[in-house]
């Protein structure tokens, strides 16, 4: 495995443009779509495989915890079981995505990188991660895992404390147009921190394969020293997948709203044809998902060579002839 793109040294200081990034993952999915589809699903199936497994293992530690609170017989007794539960729970996934999914999803990312350098994706890929720089890349996902489970304890209590001044009013929570507004107000912080932690982790996969010696607060300093040098292009690159999948999601949302109201048109044939449609619009946008995610992966893939130096364009072959891997 060629690990490392080769054409470095004779493109130290080329300055790419924005549009020059956008173009270059543009090209960079039309020419390795199938590929990236294809170890892009595989590493999905290992990933949900993962979740499942870790689902079940956290459902079964929890479940007792939050049968103790409802056994307690008060509603502030239910609630702390069911944070104490829920949060063990995270904490359960946050750990197996650190030591596991992070360095996996991070093989796969690296191989796009590489691939601006005409080197073909292989399987191998998704678990090179954990062949050459597993050190860095699970002390990555484990921070982020940690950071990440941190805000979500802040979510669960602000969100159970709304919960709980309402029902011990006497009211069930979020009935009243206040009380969803403060629901979706915390909802709405708790996806924008997310979001905080995702940008400051962007490129710490790709820092912490391109440097020889990588740790993982080295990689989140370069992260950083890129966003602050390259605030406009990080910002964008950063949001424009995530805002494109929101605008497929609302399309999908108008499209399927029509078609589950033919339900309740009488008729069989009708109902038949909703069906059709459903199935028609879901695999659809599926379809869309798909190609705005490969796409995102190949932005970010092409950001990340313009910030550290690498070229856009294929090397010449005599700039690919004595790359090794570290």
């Known amino acids: 495995m060629t690990m490392l ?3 470095l040294t004779s493109h130290v200081g080329q300055d790419a443009s924005l549009g020059d990034i956008f173009g270059a993952a543009w090209r960079g999915l039309r020419a390795h779509f199938w590929p990236a589809l294809g170890y892009g699903l595989l590493a999905v199936v290992i990933v949900i495989g993962i979740l499942l497994v870790t689902c079940c293992t956290g459902g079964i530690v929890a479940m007792p915890i939050a049968l103790i ?9 239910a609630f702390a079981g069911h944070m104490v539960s829920k949060t063990f729970s995270y904490l359960i996934g946050a750990t197996i995505g650190g030591f596991i999914i992070f360095p996996l999803l991070a093989g796969y990312l690296w191989s796009l ?6 080197r073909p994706m292989e399987a191998g890929d998704l678990f ?39 029902a011990r009013g006497g009211g069930l929570p979020f009935t009243s147009i206040r009380d969803a507004t403060a629901a979706l107000g915390i909802f709405g912080v708790w996806i924008l ?15 912490a394969f391109a440097h020889q010696s990588p740790t993982w607060t080295l990689c989140l300093a370069d992260n950083w020293r890129v966003l602050k040098s390259r ?11 995530l805002l494109a999948m929101l605008a497929v999601a609302i399309a999908a949302t108008l499209l399927i709203a029509p ?18 449609l459903l199935i028609a619009e879901g695999l659809a946008g599926f379809a869309a998902s798909a190609c705005l995610y490969l796409y995102a992966c ?21 700039a690919t002839a004595g790359s090794d891997a570290p």
């Open 5 to 7: 793109p080769s054409d």
């Open 69 to 77: 609170g409802v056994a307690s017989g008060t509603t502030a007794g």
């Open 113 to 118: 990188v590489c691939t601006f350098d005409a």
């Open 128 to 166: 090179a991660g954990f062949r050459y720089r597993y050190r860095p890349l699970w002390r990555l996902g484990i921070s982020k895992g940690l950071i990440e489970t941190i805000i979500y304890i802040a979510y669960l209590a602000a969100s159970f404390s709304t919960s709980f001044t309402v």
């Open 193 to 207: 921190a997310l979001w905080i932690v995702n940008l400051f982790f962007m490129l710490t996969p790709y820092f």
């Open 231 to 241: 605030p406009r292009e990080f910002l964008l690159v950063f949001f424009f997948p």
């Open 259 to 276: 078609t589950a109201a033919l339900f309740f048109v009488p008729g069989t044939a009708v109902k038949v044809l909703a069906v059709l």
């Open 298 to 318: 190949f932005l970010y893939a092409a950001f990340f060579r313009a910030s550290y130096g690498y070229t856009l364009e294929l090397p010449h072959p005599a």
